[in-house]
């Protein structure tokens, strides 16, 4: 594959109705120019701001200068004088300080608490101020959603078939045990939504005395991102959107056709790479075949070495068959900027020539899961599983086009197993939380603001590039580019698109100067 750039921008007007803050009462804070006080006998409930001390691992990680506070916010918003929580922010300022007045506030992965070191180079690169918030549920921020119960049955499952009815049946056991500990502890898992983290953030922005600000996505939590953006658009300079997830089509139904969209350039690549071709002479169809033979004869290993073998202290028993296969393909692809293509090509030449081991780090990638994550879910790191849940079911289950999945899985048992239904939605009939019904109301994806969207071309999680343009166009300022050579994540792993942001973020309304960068990408190393 030629390295290649493609450049989208569009423009139309929007009318964008700014939704209405409430009034708060500013004073002086070091984390950010002004926080909101408690509200006085009589008033509406008003979100509070409080310095804190930062925890060890924020110090630890941060080498630039890091101040921390907790926001306090309503935990059901039609409840005024319901129950409170507390969400945690982190503030990073640039060495040197900055004289750009507009922040950005940026978003980790969906459900997941970020690495604070790996998050504060933002700041610095685009030379602002910049805040991360622990969302609803997540991190340091209170109470937590966290869902131990789900990991520790994970060597449990890891030897039973993603469709199996006992597998299942274990996993609803460990959530409905995660559900009812909850719960009893007074928790609303349903106010846990997407609609309710896009309102922290608006209440963050106020509480901070923010009149002008960027909002910055670092992956899937672009499907948060455009939520803010459609509500809370007042005061909002821009939108970077890394990895685009979209309410429509949404994460579930693009699943099997991002994939395949991911797998065919990785054939492309494959047959311009004179070694890679030679080990592969028919990429596309050694991969499908190998596919098919898992999913009509497993392979069951005992994986010994893991952190849970050792706790055990015996090997799990671990089945991998054509839908574990599909798991690992997305998830090699989708991990570091596509390097581990090769690992996915290795476990497609392993299935076909029967040589599945134990040792093979793919199979003990499916060893090691928790709660269905490997190849399910963007980024199995640090995830949180309630918080995971609450969105999955509240939000996910209702944007689903069940007639598109089901066509895009059509003849393919392995991809069925892992898409039509997405084991994300298992735990929803335990988990108490009832799918959103669909908006009647067209509301712009953008609400108007200037947006740049970046997209790896082997992504096999993300909405691809013509989804995204169908769902952007006639909005203002929308600049789509497609990364070469590059995965999910694309801020992550190469300094080429972060250049171009950087550069874009200081003239949000113009098309990127210079995207000469993106040719020079190099192509994924695909050595056998």
């Known amino acids: 594959m030629r390295p290649s750039g493609r450049l989208l921008a569009v423009a139309l007007g929007l009318t964008v109705v700014a939704a209405c803050d409430a009034a708060r009462v500013p004073t002086t804070s070091p984390l950010g120019t002004a926080i909101a006080e408690g509200p006085s006998v009589g008033t509406a409930f008003v979100p509070t701001f409080a310095s804190t001390t930062c925890p060890d691992d924020v110090t630890a990680n941060v080498v630039i200068a890091v101040t921390c506070g907790y926001l306090t916010v309503l935990e059901d918003r039609t409840k005024p004088a319901g129950r409170t929580i507390r969400l945690f922010v982190t503030r990073f300022d640039p ?3 900055t004289t750009t007045p507009d922040p950005v506030i940026t978003l980790g992965h969906l459900a997941s608490q970020d ?3 790996d998050m504060a180079s933002g700041g610095q690169r685009t030379h602002r101020v910049l805040y991360l918030l622990d969302p609803r549920g997540i991190g340091h921020s209170t109470p937590s959603l966290d ?3 789900v990991p520790l049955v994970g060597p449990d499952v890891a ?3 993603l469709r199996d009815p006992a597998r299942a049946a274990i996993v609803t056991k460990a959530v409905t045990a995660c559900h009812d500990r909850l719960v009893a502890q007074g928790i609303d898992l349903a106010a846990y939504d997407l609609a309710a983290n896009a309102a922290d953030i608006d209440d963050l922005r106020t509480a901070l005395g923010l009149t002008t600000w960027n909002l910055m996505t670092n992956g899937d939590t672009s499907r948060l991102a455009f939520e803010v953006a459609r509500r809370y658009p007042a005061g909002l300079r821009s939108l970077v959107i890394d990895s685009p997830s979209l309410p429509s089509p949404d994460f579930l139904s693009v699943g099997p056709g991002s994939l395949d969209l991911a797998l065919s350039r990785l054939v492309s690549t494959c047959g311009a790479a ?6 592969f002479p028919d990429t596309g169809a050694m991969i499908r075949a190998a596919i098919s033979a898992l999913d009509a004869k497993p392979v069951t ?3 010994s070495g893991t952190v849970d073998a050792i706790r055990l202290g015996h090997p799990i028993p671990v089945v991998i068959d054509g839908a574990a296969l599909v798991r690992i393909l997305r998830f090699r692809l989708g991990s570091g900027a596509a390097s581990g293509a090769g690992l996915a090509l290795d476990a497609v030449r392993d299935a076909i020539d029967g040589k599945v081991t134990a040792d093979d780090p793919n199979v003990q990638a499916i060893a090691s899961d928790t709660g269905d994550c490997v190849g399910i879910v963007t980024n199995c790191e640090r995830t949180n599983l309630g918080a995971l849940y609450s969105i999955s079911c509240r939000d996910f289950a209702g944007e689903v086009d069940a007639s598109s999945l089901t066509a895009s899985v059509a003849g393919r048992a392995a991809y069925a197993a892992v898409f039509a239904p997405s ?7 335990s988990w108490g939380v009832a799918p959103e019904p669909p908006s009647a109301t067209a509301t712009s994806l953008t609400g108007g603001v200037p947006t740049l969207i970046l997209r790896g071309v082997f992504d096999p999680y993300s909405a691809a590039s013509s989804d995204v343009a169908r769902a952007v166009a006639g ?20 300094e080429c698109p972060r250049a171009i942001r950087n550069a874009w973020i200081d003239a949000p309304t113009a098309t990127p100067a210079d995207t000469s960068c993106l040719a020079a990408i190099p192509t994924i190393a695909l050595t056998p």
Request: with cysteine; proline share 15%; aromatic share 8%.
């Open 95 to 97: 060495p040197g300080g």
């Open 274 to 279: 004179p070694a890679c071709a030679t080990a």
């Open 475 to 494: 909005a203002p300022n929308v600049f789509l580019i497609d990364v070469p050579n590059q995965s999910y994540n694309t801020l992550g792993f190469n």
């Open 115 to 117: 690495g604070y070191g």
């Open 147 to 149: 869902c131990p119960e």
């Open 159 to 161: 030897g039973l078939r």
């Open 423 to 429: 084991p994300l939605l298992t735990p929803c009939a």
């Open 301 to 303: 290993l005992a994986v």
